[in-house]
């Protein structure tokens, strides 16, 4: 069984910086993948970013490259999403993943598990 505990959103003024947690309630597999989605007000939940947590291997959304960052912190059980230079179209709620290694990491079905969601807003 695997839980995930986000943290971390808020309120923030565009150019601004937010860093997301993610706490797995237990140490992952080293072949499990780490997603971060997002879901805007009246959009669908889009991709990301995604981490290999054995390989630290990762993948971003052209959305958000150069602007955010997934990492982990193995000896806390913890992956980040570092995001910098907000824009308002940011805002959405974030949500944690987890996965088996295999299929498409962009695709969020591929996702067994998924954290409860964090509010992020943005302000212009």
């Known amino acids: 069984q695997v839980q995930l505990v986000e943290s971390g959103g808020g309120l923030v003024q565009a150019g601004g910086s937010l860093r997301l947690s993610c706490v797995v309630s237990?140490?992952?597999?080293?072949?499990?993948?780490m997603g971060w989605f997002r879901q805007a007000p009246g959009k669908e939940r889009e991709f990301v970013a995604a981490?290999?947590?054995?390989?630290?291997?990762?993948s971003y959304a052209d959305s958000v490259k150069g602007r955010f960052t997934i990492s982990r912190d193995n000896d806390k059980n913890t992956v980040y999403l570092q995001m910098n230079n907000l824009k308002p179209e940011d805002t959405a709620v974030y949500y944690c993943?987890?996965?088996?290694?295999?299929?498409?990491?962009?695709?969020?079905?591929?996702?067994?598990?998924w954290g409860q969601g964090t509010q992020v807003t943005v302000s212009s």
């Open positions: 981490l290999s947590w054995s390989g630290g291997s990762t």
């Open positions: 993943a987890a996965k088996p290694r295999g299929g498409d990491s962009y695709k969020r079905d591929a996702y067994d598990y």
């Open positions: 237990r140490r992952t597999f080293s072949s499990y993948v």
